[in-house]
């Protein structure tokens, strides 16, 4: 038996569930940021909320993403190494990318509460980029993580 | 130095070290811990033919060296007095975009190292 295995299915469903919240939340916050390089800076009360929800998501996400792991790595993977070694390269990318964007989740959370971007806006040079490298990384999950499950998602 | 600029450098160095330490355990080969979810255990070694997870080691090496680093760096700036200095708002500039390269560099990396890895490239 290997680790929370009975339980898959249900913290799979838990995992879509959050990421739906993340996906929503930081297409939204990529929105507002675009904003501030058109020099409009009137929602900024409502960016940071969208910033507080997918930090909180992402961790949510990311933990039930790491508790899957095992039952994912014994039961799923080695069809995948085995017959479509292309999807293991996929996934394998996305979780490195994923622990790249923990990283920088918390880094652009604590970046956001210290700085009001109207008044600091020498501040946007890391701040935006973080928030499109974000998007990029989620998409890519997203994408990939849909694809992998239309191949092969249980046992 | 004001709040913001300190989170901004200490956020900056955190991150960037964060993707290079990461980056690391794919050029160096560091022993780092692998879960072995059949045998329920961790084990330093990575043993051929069994399943096992190196992703935890990975990250924690990353998450851990890159969080070390920062705290060092803010206690060298606090012992330089950094809280009476103002930073010019070009060098924030320039450090926000030196970060941005140095992550992007590391996820394409991270990117071509998997592709090639797992054939993707050459198919």
Redesign the interface.
Known sequence: M??LENFYSFLLLAHLFATFVLVGSMTHNLFRVVDYLRGRFNREKLELLYVKVSLWAYIIVYAIG?LI???F??RI??EFDRDI??A???F??K???G??G???F??YY??R???QPNS?K??????V??CF?LNI?LWYKVIVSCYLTLLKGSW | MKKSDASYILGSVFVALMGLFYCCTMWLPIPLPRYYPLQHCWKWVNQKGVPSQGWYGMQGFAFLTAGVVTLVVYFLLKRAGAAEKTVKPAIIRLLGVVVTLIIVICMAYMLYYEFDRWSILSN
């Open positions: 290997v680790f790491a792991y095992p039952a790595r014994v993977r080695p070694p292309w293991t390269g996929l394998e990318v979780e490195h990318w622990a790249v923990l990283a920088l918390f880094v604590f970046l509460k210290s700085f600091e020498e501040k946007l040079f890391l701040y980029p973080v490298l990384i």
